[in-house]
């Protein structure tokens, strides 16, 4: 177990928009160069790489681009954004083993400029997707609109519990100069007078669609203490992919409401120290806000099907009972597979947020709900 | 036809199915040794890797777990018919086996047919076969009154 042996100590990124010109490659690099400035390490020093499969750079790329030392230790983690927190969670585990002394995590995308995975040339059916293609069930959205209309019917949710994560997100971007929806304000009309995209989910249940990169630099608790930032430990770190699951399309389960999630969290506060009601902050994976939801259960900050209870009276907004995705998230500050709820994670730990949270000692970061997921505790 | 363009991919374990389903029966694989449905088709049964499952023919009859109504942005074969229904149907014979389909108002019925405000979680459902290929007969859906919750 990691407890607090591995710490991020410089995170990076690029600017967010619809539209950059860079290439993923520019990009990575971009924000990987940022990552080492901000806990001044050289280039030279990086000997351990983690990314994502679906990540364009591959670590012979990346590593001559970036000028990088012999690199002792790389990974890349599957089933998109279920890989942020274990991209980080893997790295630090080596850290600690000695398996490598400076560790670069990362994730760059062009989602904005480019197309949509699920209208591309993959069109075609795969194997598992012969059992939801035809029927017209096509794209994420649908496949957690099916998922959500199945909770609202068990748990008496509405859309207006959808819509508290929605605009609890969208006041976090409106004070980031850096998120995307910074000077978008939405209000619980906006929401409901909003299109359809798979009834019962509208747009703003929907995440952005961005150009841009993040970074992070992992090191040695040791090492951590002679950087130029305050360290954000890794406190703890733990991947699930439940028995008999399948990935997004999980209606092949005994319980299609209790997913990965679940056995992400019974293993990562197993090997922690910190509990759910110790966690003051929360970066939730939130490709669709129903995932957020299901991962307030997932993670014990309520029980079962009592997650859309717990999004009332501002409980996700500062000075509420759990302040979630402060820099505005997937859904209003820019979507590059979760990695920029990492990169907040660390500033909430450090204090540099824009949206501080008062006292906080530990914050809870976790990747997509639906998909084998991952999850990471940061720690003061 | 809106499947045409997003027919299955001949796939050996689930050639089965697709057979069951050319002679408009609602075939699902068994595992042998403990008697579980198992869907979709496996190489093996996770209760008893060693045995290779069968397969057997169930009633066609469920209800429905759940249902989405997509809309726009969507392939263009789809979008011609947006909005249609997405249904999850849970088979009467063991409700954890989850199809997903789409409701029509009879075999030959388009997606789009039902209105949305009429489907409803908990309805019962019994299957029926659309031919979108010599090969591919989609199992739909239509409403049943006899079953449901």
């Excluded at chain 1, 402060?326 to 824009?354: D, K, M, P």
């Excluded at chain 2, 002679?23 to 290779?52: H, K, N, Y």
Aim: charged fraction near 20%; glycine fraction near 10%; include cysteine.
């Amino acid at each position: 177990m990691l407890r607090d042996a591995a710490a991020v100590v410089g995170i990076g990124e690029t600017p967010f928009a619809k539209h950059l010109e860079d290439s993923e490659r520019k990009l990575a690099l971009r924000a990987i160069l940022a990552a080492l400035d901000d806990a001044g390490i050289e280039p030279a020093e990086v000997d351990g790489l983690a990314s994502y499969t679906i990540e364009s750079t591959d670590e012979v790329e990346l590593a001559k681009n970036l000028g990088a030392g012999d690199i002792t230790f790389f990974t890349q983690v599957g089933y998109g954004g279920g890989a942020g927190p274990a991209a980080v969670g893997q790295l630090a585990l080596a850290v600690a083993a000695g398996q490598c002394r400076v560790g670069v995590a990362w994730r760059s995308r062009k989602r904005g400029s480019g197309g949509r995975p699920w209208a591309g040339a993959g069109a075609q059916p795969s194997a598992p997707a012969q059992w939801t293609r035809p029927w017209g069930l096509l794209r994420p959205v649908d496949e957690i609109a099916l998922l959500t209309r199945r909770y609202m019917h068990e748990y008496g949710a509405t859309r207006d519990h959808l819509a508290n994560v929605a605009l609890a997100v969208r006041k976090m971007a409106n004070r980031n100069p850096r998120a995307l929806m910074y000077e978008r304000k939405l209000t619980r009309e906006d929401y409901m007078a909003a299109r359809f995209i798979s009834e019962p989910l509208c747009l703003f249940d929907n995440c952005l669609e961005t150009d841009g990169a993040l970074a992070c630099v992992v090191v040695s608790a040791e090492r951590a203490r002679d950087c130029r930032q305050p360290p954000a430990y890794l406190h703890a770190f733990a991947q699930g992919l439940p028995r008999q699951s399948h990935t997004m399309v999980n209606y092949w389960c005994d319980d299609p409401l209790q997913g990965p999630a679940w056995t992400c969290a019974r293993q990562l506060y197993q090997n922690s120290e910190i509990r759910a009601d110790d966690i003051d902050v929360a970066q939730f994976y939130d490709a669709f806000t129903p995932l957020v939801l299901l991962s307030l259960e997932g993670y014990g900050f309520c029980k079962k099907g009592e997650g859309a209870a717990f999004t009332q009276d501002g409980a996700l907004e500062i000075g509420g009972r759990l302040p979630i995705n402060t820099s505005g998230g997937g859904l209003s500050e820019a979507y590059v597979h979760g990695f920029n709820l990492i990169n907040e994670g660390v500033r909430q730990v450090r204090g540099s947020s824009v949206n501080p949270v008062a006292g906080v000692a530990a914050c809870l970061v976790t990747a997509g709900e639906g998909v084998p997921t991952s999850a990471l505790i940061l720690r003061k | 036809m809106p499947g045409e363009a997003l027919l299955p991919p001949i796939d050996p374990e689930a050639a089965p199915f697709w057979e069951g389903a050319r002679r408009g029966e609602l075939v699902i694989q068994q595992c042998a040794e403990t008697g579980r449905l198992m869907f979709p088709p496996r190489s093996t049964s996770p209760w008893a890797p060693r045995r290779d499952p069968v397969w057997v023919r169930v009633s066609g009859r469920g209800t429905i777990w759940s249902f989405a109504i997509p809309h726009p942005p969507l392939l263009p074969a789809f979008s011609e018919l947006a909005p249609y229904n997405v249904i999850v149907v849970a088979l009467e014979e063991d409700p954890t086996i989850r199809l997903v389909g789409n409701l029509v108002e009879a075999a030959d019925g388009p997606i789009n047919g039902p209105e949305p405000a009429a489907i409803a979680i908990g309805s019962g459902v019994r299957v029926v076969f659309q031919r979108v290929s010599e090969a591919f007969h989609l199992p739909r859906w239509v409403l049943d009154a006899a079953g449901g919750d």
